[in-house]
């Protein structure tokens, strides 16, 4: 059984950094796509990145390309999104969510797996 843990949210003001962490155990992910997906009151579970665990293939949502930055340790499996010049809208919890296979990677509900969020709170 996959299991996955993230850490790394908090409060920050606007313009500054975090980077998040998704301890991932319970599998083999050599053919798995890991993405981080956001969701704030109110709104529906967005996509943000992804990440094909075994090529390092990556796709982001446009508002927070070259803000954000998505990569994985294949030795430690964990999963990381720097997250650099944040602003207020980026305020949300934050999911990593895992996967087989990399079709429909932006679609919340074609992940299998998901941890338990954290929250990252941007003030103005």
């Known amino acids: 059984q996959v299991q996955l843990v993230e850490s790394g949210g908090g409060l920050v003001q606007a313009g500054g950094s975090l980077r998040l962490s998704c301890a991932a155990s319970g599998g083999s992910f050599s053919t798995y796509v890991m993405g981080w997906f956001r969701q704030a009151p109110g709104k529906e579970r967005e996509f943000v990145a992804v990440?094909?665990?075994?090529?390092?293939?990556?796709d982001y949502t446009d508002s927070v390309k070259g803000r954000f930055t998505i990569s994985r340790d294949k030795t430690k499996n964990v999963l990381y999104l720097q997250m650099n010049s944040l602003k207020p809208e980026d305020t949300a919890v934050y999911y990593c969510?895992?996967?087989?296979?990399?079709?429909?990677?932006?679609?919340?509900?074609?992940?299998?797996?998901w941890g338990q969020g954290t929250q990252v709170t941007v003030s103005a």
């Open positions: 969510g895992a996967k087989n296979y990399y079709s429909n990677y932006a679609l919340a509900a074609a992940y299998e797996y």
């Open positions: 990440i094909r665990w075994s090529g390092g293939r990556t």
